[in-house]
């Protein structure tokens, strides 16, 4: 598996922001799909946005256009830059890599066996 570690949580008010970042050694985002997922209460864990090796990125509905995933080569982390933020965006944010051959960046959690602790994400009315 791979050493995934998340920060950059944190408490907010809606309209507020937040940079989740995902730190991992250094060739993990040259060769793996990437991809953060929120789990609320209660509820499924769900993808939120996911890269492929080549730099494809895909976004659930509920966040596109807010947040921004990235990765930053000479940091090796992966970066969710998140706008706007809602309510209903509170959740417990996870990093994932899937090293799949020829990973598509799915954003169903299925195919992806390396996950990070998470870090909390609370955005008040």
């Known amino acids: 598996q791979v050493q995934l570690e998340e920060s950059g949580g944190g408490s907010v008010q809606a309209g507020g922001s937040l940079r989740l970042s995902c730190a991992a050694s250094a060739d993990t985002f040259s060769r793996y799909c990437m991809g953060w997922f929120r789990q609320a209460p209660g509820k499924e864990r769900e993808g939120v946005a996911a890269v492929t090796t080549g730099g494809d990125i895909f976004y659930v509905d509920a966040v596109a256009g807010r947040f921004t995933i990235s990765r930053d080569k000479s940091e090796n982390t992966l970066d969710l830059q998140m706008n706007s933020l809602k309510p209903e965006d509170t959740a417990m944010y996870y990093c994932?890599?899937?090293?799949?051959?020829?990973?598509?960046?799915?954003?169903?959690?299925?195919?992806?066996?390396?996950w990070g602790q998470g870090t909390q994400v609370t955005v008040s009315s």
């Open positions: 994932a890599a899937d090293r799949t051959p020829y990973c598509s960046a799915s954003l169903t959690r299925y195919t992806y066996d390396s």
